[in-house]
Structure formats: C-alpha cells, structure tokens
C-alpha cells in the first residue's frame, strides 16, 4: 500500500528558497550589468545600459486617413514594425501614439513606414528620451 505523505516541510523551504534565487538573478542581473559599467569607469556604457532597458513613447500626427479602417490598418502595421511595442492610432484624433525599444527603431523610423503606406506624418512629441 502507498502512502501520500504530501511534500515534506523541508521540501518547502528547499523549493521556496530556489524560487527566490532565481528571482533575485532576475531582478538584480540588469542593475548588475549597470553597475559593473560605472565600475569600470565606462559611464557611458551605464547610461547606454539604463535607457535601453526603458521603452519610449512617441506622438505621430497622421494626414491621409478618411476613415478608422485607415486607422486599423496603421495600427496593424505598426505592431509588426521591428522594435515597436504597441501602438495606438486615432482617426478622430489623426494620430498614433507609438510605445518602442529604443535600441531597436526611432521615431523616424516609425514615421517612413507610416510614409511606406501611403500617409504623411511627422512625430508631434516624444516622451522618454
């Protein structure tokens, strides 16, 4: 006959411990990476480091777009555009309001695919540069 004894209270602590080394690997590796820059004495290499863990946001005013089907249709192709994030676009608003990777795209790279389709744009404000 087999017994369920269940996980032991020792086992608790082994796999509760695990849990939190990795996490703490995951947390503390990019401000190690940071600090192993400043240390030695490559700053700019920190900064480099801190602004490509952050995304940015970028405001792009769009003319061309006579319906929302317009909108849909930018707004699909900007989430498949390399380094963008997400991306909302507003035919009421005529505009886009584009989250992206820094160090993957720009915002003027974000401006030619929308050209690439057709419609002129130019950024309106950008946020976290």
């Given at each position: 006959?087999?017994?369920n004894k269940g996980i032991t209270g020792?086992?608790?602590?082994?796999?509760?411990?695990?849990?939190?080394?990795?996490?703490s690997v995951i947390c503390i590796l990019?401000?190690?990476?940071?600090?192993?820059?400043?240390?030695?004495?490559?700053?700019?290499?920190?900064?480099?480091?801190?602004?490509?863990?952050?995304?940015?946001?970028?405001?792009?005013?769009?003319?061309?777009?006579?319906?929302?089907?317009?909108?849909?249709?930018?707004?699909?192709?900007?989430?498949?555009?390399?380094?963008?994030?997400?991306?909302?676009?507003?035919?009421?608003?005529?505009?886009?309001?584009?989250?992206?990777?820094?160090?993957?795209?720009?915002?003027?790279?974000?401006?030619?695919?929308?050209?690439?389709?057709?419609?002129?744009?130019?950024?309106?404000?950008?946020?976290?540069s």
């Open positions: 006959m087999i017994v020792q086992t608790k602590k082994r796999v509760a411990k695990q849990i939190l080394a990795a996490v990019p401000v190690t990476v940071v600090l192993c820059a400043a240390l030695d004495g490559n700053a700019t290499s920190a900064v480099t480091t801190i602004r490509a863990i952050k995304n940015e946001r970028v405001l792009i005013a769009i003319e061309g777009m006579h319906c929302t089907s317009c909108a849909t249709g930018i707004k699909a192709m900007l989430k498949r555009t390399p380094g963008v994030i997400s991306a909302e676009v507003s035919f009421e608003r005529r505009e886009a309001d584009v989250e992206y990777d820094p160090s993957r795209t720009s915002p003027e790279k974000i401006v030619e695919a929308i050209a690439n389709m057709g419609y002129k744009s130019n950024v309106k404000a950008q946020e976290g």
